[in-house]
Nanobody, 127 residues
Framework: QLQLVESGGGVVQPGGSLRLGCAASESISDTYAIAWFRQAPGKEREGISCSSFRGDSTGYSDLAKGRFTIDRDNAQNMVYLQMNSLRPEDTAVYYC????????????????????WGKGTLVTVSS
């Protein structure tokens, strides 16, 4: 069973940056798409970004375009989410998820097609 562990969350000031990491317990190369989602208190989960299982395409939701970047290191079984120009409304628990042989859409990933989830890491954007 694939396990995912997020890291890199914390408190950051508005306008700041954070780099989240998602560590997979086994190889994700040519097997799993990795996507990032978030959920703020009292709100529904929303998609952020996705890296397709072959690593040859990515997708971003509107909230991420121009500010967030996803990249994967298959050799290390890691996927990262670089977040810049953070805003207070970005405060949420951030989750990574894996979809078996899933191809991301241009807008990211559909959480119904994710097979494995991490437990999340909290990001707080506050002055």
């Amino acid at each position: 069973q694939l396990q995912l562990v997020e890291s890199g969350g914390g408190v950051v000031q508005p306008g700041g940056s954070l780099r989240l990491g998602c560590a997979a317990s086994e190889s994700i190369s040519d097997t799993y798409a990795i996507a990032w989602f978030r959920q703020a208190p009292g709100k529904e989960r929303e998609g952020i970004s996705c890296s397709s299982f072959r690593g040859d395409s990515t997708g971003y939701s509107d909230l991420a375009k121009g500010r967030f970047t996803i990249d994967r290191d298959n050799a290390q079984n890691m996927v990262y989410l670089q977040m810049n120009s953070l805003r207070p409304e970005d405060t949420a628990v951030y989750y990574c998820a894996a979809g078996y042989r899933y191809y991301c859409s241009a807008d990211g990933a559909d959480d119904h097609f994710m097979d494995h989830w991490g437990k999340g890491t909290l990001v707080t954007v506050s002055s």
